[in-house]
């Protein structure tokens, strides 16, 4: 299918949020990963999220240059032509953009897509996330207000994190205590005071709940996904709203536990990222394979290897089904498995 368009996404979210279930949003750096999830996606019958970060951004316009906006659109490129293929809706969001990244990735994304708008077409992105966590919260959300007209005008959506995930992702790294890993609903009321319910342009608010970036085991951190409930339950309260007045993601969610999750997308969690899960299950494919047929891939002593198992090509299918096991994986933890329409 095509890639969604602005109401569709929308209307996706919709759809998770009274359907109690939320979409998982693979980052992907490469044709074989992009393909990889678009293949989970349609084995789980599932619409999905698509999303590229600085660091892969950079890896998709190729490593030896600085042209992290150019290989999102390269990116965004790709996957609207091979997603016609797939019979699920996806849609492209941009991850993590810290402050010193929006000269060189978001603004001149947003520039791109205001361009295609101003042509009478889509914008390349559904949504972009602001990561203002690393600056103080009334800067965060100076940024944010800026930010969300101009996603408003072009009719995407902004995501940005009102706290800290712990951890790194892509060369964003933060350290703290562990008060930081958990928002505050004080925190949460600036924000809405900041960027309103909706009125001033649709968000999604990654609220972190001792969320971590990277790789640990299950109980290696203390996960509080009930602190959600208790800041939807504060917000609608204040203002006078419906329950779970607020669109939320799901950041650092590696080694989380099915109830956990759960929990999380009880209290208003629409959106999951994943990321670390998936680059094990593509790599992890592809060190079984050359390990087992080592032999085959080297060529050592005078032989010539063998050429069906070093083609690229051989060892990346596999990876790439690999990868999409775990994609389909994703889609029943959060509960959009079957669910696509398309």
């Known amino acids: 299918m095509p890639i969604a368009t602005p109401d569709q996404y929308a209307a996706l979210l919709e759809k998770a949020k009274t359907g109690g279930f939320a979409y998982p949003a693979f ?29 892969g951004a950079d890896y998709f316009a190729g490593h030896t240059v600085k042209n992290r906006a150019g290989g999102a659109l390269a990116f965004a490129a790709f996957a609207r032509e091979v997603a016609k293929a797939y019979p699920v809706t996806v849609a492209l969001h941009t991850d993590h953009c810290p402050k010193g990244a929006l000269d060189d990735f978001l603004l001149p994304l ?24 690393a600056v103080p919260l009334t800067e965060n959300l100076e940024i944010a207000q800026d ?33 930081a890993l958990y928002t505050t609903l004080g925190d949460v009321e600036q924000a809405v005071e900041a960027l309103g ?27 509080r996904p009930e602190l959600l409930g208790e800041i939807q339950a504060g917000i609608a309260q204040k203002y006078g709203t419906g329950e779970k007045p607020l669109d939320l993601v799901f950041h650092g969610g590696s080694g989380s536990t099915d109830a956990e999750i759960a929990t999380a ?35 050592a002593d005078g032989e010539v290897g063998n050429k069906k198992l070093y083609d690229p090509r051989a060892w990346g299918k596999k990876a790439e089904t690999a990868m999409a096991a775990r994609v389909l994986e994703a889609t029943q933890q959060l509960g959009s498995f079957g669910k696509s329409e398309s």
């Open 265 to 299: 997308v009880a209290n208003g969690v629409i959106k999951m990222n994943i990321d670390t899960d998936t680059q094990y299950a593509f790599s992890r494919s592809v060190a079984d394979t050359v390990l087992k047929n080592y032999d085959g891939f080297i060529k």
């Open 110 to 133: 947003l520039a791109a897509s205001e361009e295609a708008v101003k042509a009478g077409g889509e914008p390349i992105f559904q949504s972009h996330m602001w990561d203002g966590s």
């Open 197 to 223: 319910l909706g009125e001033q342009g649709r968000y999604i608010a990654a609220l972190t709940f001792g969320n971590v970036h990277g790789v640990y085991k299950p109980g290696g951190v203390k996960l």
């Open 147 to 179: 930010v969300i007209k101009r996603t408003k005008a072009i009719n995407a959506i902004l995501e940005v994190e009102i706290g800290v995930v712990g951890g790194e992702e892509d060369g964003v790294q933060h350290e703290g205590s562990n008060d």
């Open 27 to 55: 980052n992907v750096s490469s044709s074989q990963t992009l393909n990889a999830v678009l293949q989970g996606l349609t084995e789980a019958g599932s619409d999905g999220i698509i999303q590229v970060t600085t660091g």
